[in-house]
């Protein structure tokens, strides 16, 4: 959750056009504030460029002219249109959320447009479990500052997925993480555990201004600001205390909730979508790959991928309990041909494990001799590997290579597998 920020300048100080109430307007505690602006949101990063993702993946690219640049709105007028905002959450207008909107709405307007049209299927998933926890529906705006909406970001100190969780705090949250699955990349498995996450940070501050502080940069940091503020827990006093690169995080998601209410205010048109709006999802017992479902149901891998980043290697790894995501118009498909598509080249794309065995030594005098049928012989009092090898017509290096004896000794009773033609008593 944690990345080197761009520059931004300062555009000047509020226009005085109106007189807001005192909550609307929040400056940092030091209003003689003119240093440059260090800090932008991952969404200014665009992560599907920062990544080498392909951002045109989950949206086709949209004819946009780049030359087309809306003026400055009036302060009156910013302040105005976040007032109609039906927010628990307090989204107070200052100079550093002005520029930060202005960065949205038009330096990066192809990149608004791009999440715009992302939105269209990951908000209603965002919405229904942050509902479900009865947390403020407008913590959607989270992932669009924290990844671009890109399931596969990956900050450069490992946070993953939507939500960029570290890997610690995932599985303190439950979500999978192995060599084959990772559920920081599940929209749904993660979207419960950063809501989890969400609460746990609500019962600790009762602030959801310090609270989207600390998811960025943790709790620790945000209670070191507070005691180094003298105890004050508004945001906005503790603001200077806070490290340099979450100062913007907050001015950041009041500019990001105001461009993707009022996006077309500012004439930015969403992308057309390539993943389906209405999808479900299906538990599958036994392990599949996606381009078997692919193939057998004439369904774009990638559109699989899409609906499923949580499988690293397109394979549904468990014996039992998968789930896998589609379209709502093959879903049906799926379940009436489920064993033909899992028996479909399951040779090629479920072939089981080999047993390997670790390689002898490369003398030919290691090789099992014969038909490989193998001597049981009882070690009894006396014997050593010497005169066993010795009856039997083999090396001492055999013995040890066929027995696993890495040093000289054998125990009486022990049993010692000879593979040699020759029996002797």
Request: charged share 20%; net charge positive.
């Amino acid at each position: 959750m944690r990345h080197t920020l761009l520059l931004l300048a300062l555009f000047g100080t509020l226009v005085a056009t109106a007189a807001p109430a005192p909550r609307t307007v929040r400056e940092p505690a030091d209003s003689m504030h003119t240093e440059y602006l260090e800090n932008l949101d991952k969404m200014v990063h665009l992560w599907y460029v920062r990544q080498n993702v392909d951002s045109t993946v989950l949206a086709e690219t949209f004819d946009y002219d780049s030359a087309v640049i809306t003026p400055d709105c009036p302060d009156s007028v910013y302040m105005k249109r976040l007032a109609k905002l039906n927010t628990l959450i307090e989204l107070p207008f200052n100079s550093i959320v002005r520029n930060y909107i202005s960065v949205y709405t038009q330096r990066k307007r192809a990149q608004v447009s791009v999440m715009l049209g992302l939105t269209e299927y990951y908000f209603p998933i965002f919405e229904e479990i942050l509902d479900s926890y009865q947390l403020p529906v407008e913590l959607r705006i989270l992932p669009v500052i924290e990844s671009a909406l890109n399931p596969r970001a990956v900050s450069r100190v490992g946070a993953t997925g939507l939500w960029q969780f570290m890997y610690g705090t995932g599985r303190r949250y439950n979500l999978q993480i192995d060599s084959y699955v990772d559920e920081r990349r599940d929209p749904i498995a993660a979207t419960h555990a950063a809501a989890r996450y969400l609460r746990d940070l609500y019962e600790m501050y009762g602030d959801w201004t310090l609270v989207i502080a600390a998811y960025n940069c943790g709790p620790g940091n945000v209670n070191k600001a507070i005691r180094r503020a003298g105890g004050k827990r508004d945001y906005w006093d503790i603001y200077y205390f806070l490290p340099r690169e979450t100062r913007g995080y907050v001015p950041a998601f009041i500019a990001a909730n105001y461009a993707m209410n009022y996006a077309a205010e500012h004439r930015i048109a969403p992308v057309q979508l390539t993943l389906p709006r209405t999808t479900d999802t299906i538990v599958v017992n036994g392990k599949m790959h996606l381009q078997q479902v692919a193939e057998v149901l004439n369904v774009p891998l990638q559109q699989l991928r899409d609906l499923n980043p949580q499988y690293k290697h397109d394979l549904l790894p468990s014996p039992s309990g998968n789930i896998i995501r589609l379209p709502f118009e093959h879903v049906g498909a799926f379940i009436d041909r489920e064993n033909e598509i899992r028996g479909y080249k399951d040779s090629v794309f479920l072939s089981p494990q080999r047993i390997r065995e670790p390689l002898m030594h490369k003398e030919v005098a290691f090789a099992t001799p014969g038909n490989g049928n193998a001597i049981r012989y009882k070690v009894r009092q006396g014997d050593v590997l010497g005169s066993i090898a010795s009856r039997y017509k083999v090396t001492v290096q055999q013995l040890k290579a066929w027995n696993g004896i890495s040093g000289h000794m054998i125990r009486v009773g022990q049993t010692l597998l000879i593979y040699s033609g020759k029996s002797h008593s």
